[in-house]
């Protein structure tokens, strides 16, 4: 809390607990005084008397609380004005201040019409001349904009924290690739200098070439990686996802006609998100290539896709029926780097890889729920 709003919680902390007559002409310079660092620092003050049992809010708290003027304040409706999650909180620091505890929080508050905000809040003891408790008062004040930068920062942070441990990981499964590749290509070199025949190098040849072919998509993974964050700084667009959906359909109408997939969906909910298009191109992609890859052999991929709202983020869902995954296994490692869990099918184990960089890089998320041979659910929070 500011300066002028701590100045201001000990005049209505001094006024309530001094109890003699105050100078008739001194009355209207503190109210002023009181009023104005009320509006400057936007803090509202309350007190709740024990022997009257009255509750007061004074004119800048009922404004921050957006109470009506003919709605009366009372000790019953008190933890109405906390958000959910905070109201045991509340509750229990009203108790301990009430048994001679102050306290000093913030907490998560909540208007008459139930618009939350965060708040810093004070209060303290009112003691009679006996220094018995006969009430007790403080003062909160909206910090709203103060803590939702906190809280941003925070998730850049710790968004920062876990993309530099992804890319440190990342850096040491290319540097092994590619020292593997290396040492490939060294040995086949070394190889062909001793080689007999000519059916011999000709295989060597070959070996050659699928060396070549590694060293090249290992290239190109690590391209695609770095323009993700360039991309991920371009503007962003209404993106209608329905239409992207038909256009990956249409990409891959060969491919789904011949497993005899069906897709079905509806985005009702959310049709449309602000979003770079290639990306939820990408994600539609992915993620449909994917189900029908790993489709259960006994049955055709059957494909739902829909958006829905999760607190208040727009969120796309992608549920199959195909080989699902074990997820007590390999549940940390779905989105590693060329991580394969189905050796059936020739996988390189680095579309999840990239796709999940490309959700994070825009302050998104990806999970994925998954069973054995009932199907996957991925969930992409916007």
Same mark, same amino acid.
């Given at each position: 809390m500011n300066f002028l709003a701590q100045k201001r919680s000990k005049i209505l902390l001094h006024h309530s607990e001094n109890h003699r007559a105050t100078p008739p002409d001194t009355v209207p310079l503190r109210n002023f005084y009181y009023e104005e660092i009320a509006k400057l620092t936007g803090s509202g003050g309350w007190s709740v008397d024990f022997r009257e049992k009255k509750t007061f809010l004074d004119a800048?708290?009922?404004?921050?609380?957006? @109470?009506?003027? *003919?709605?009366?304040?009372?000790?019953?409706?008190? %933890? #109405?004005?906390?958000? *959910?999650e905070s109201k045991d909180m509340a509750a229990s620091m009203y108790l301990d201040c009430s048994n001679g505890h102050p306290f000093c929080t913030t907490l998560k508050m909540q208007t008459y019409s139930k618009r939350q905000f965060w708040a810093k809040a004070i209060g303290k003891p009112v003691y009679d001349d006996n220094k018995e408790i006969i009430g007790i008062q403080g003062v909160f004040q909206d910090i709203s904009s103060e803590k939702n930068k906190e %809280?941003? %920062? /925070?998730?850049?942070?710790? %968004? @920062?924290?876990?993309?530099?441990?992804? /890319?440190?990981?990342?850096?040491?499964?290319?540097?092994?690739?590619?020292?593997s590749h290396s040492g490939n290509l060294e040995m086949t070199l070394e190889l062909m200098k001793g080689a007999s025949s000519l059916e011999e190098k000709e295989e060597l040849c070959e070996g050659l070439y699928e060396i070549s072919e590694s060293i090249s998509n290992t290239i190109n993974h690590l391209t695609e990686l770095s323009s993700i964050q360039i991309t991920a700084k371009r503007p962003l667009e209404t993106v209608d996802i329905q239409q992207i959906l038909e256009k990956v359909k249409n990409k891959l109408s060969g491919t789904l006609s011949n497993a005899r997939a069906e897709i079905f969906s509806d985005f009702s909910e959310v049709p449309a998100v602000d979003y770079i298009p290639s990306y939820m191109e990408s994600i539609l992609e992915n993620l449909i290539t994917n189900a029908v890859?790993?489709?259960?052999? *006994?049955?055709?991929?059957?494909?739902?896709?829909?958006? @829905?709202?999760?607190? *208040?983020?727009?969120? /796309?869902?992608?549920? #199959?029926?195909? /080989?699902? @995954?074990d997820l007590e296994k390999y549940g940390d490692r779905i989105f590693n780097i060329y991580e394969s869990f189905h050796t059936s099918n020739n996988s390189e184990g680095v579309g999840l890889f990239l796709l999940r960089n490309k959700v994070e890089s825009l302050q998104g998320s990806i999970s994925v729920q998954?069973?054995?041979?009932k199907g996957s659910t991925f969930v992409v929070k916007f």
């Open positions: 800048e708290a009922r404004r921050i609380l957006e @109470i009506p003027k *003919d709605y009366s304040a009372s000790l019953r409706t008190s %933890l #109405d004005f906390y958000a *959910d %809280l941003e %920062l /925070l998730r850049s942070l710790k %968004l @920062i924290e876990c993309q530099n441990a992804k /890319l440190n990981s990342f850096a040491t499964i290319i540097t092994n690739s590619m020292r890859k790993y489709r259960h052999p *006994d049955r055709s991929p059957v494909i739902e896709i829909y958006s @829905i709202l999760e607190e *208040d983020a727009p969120c /796309l869902l992608v549920k #199959d029926n195909g /080989l699902g @995954i998954s069973e054995v041979n």
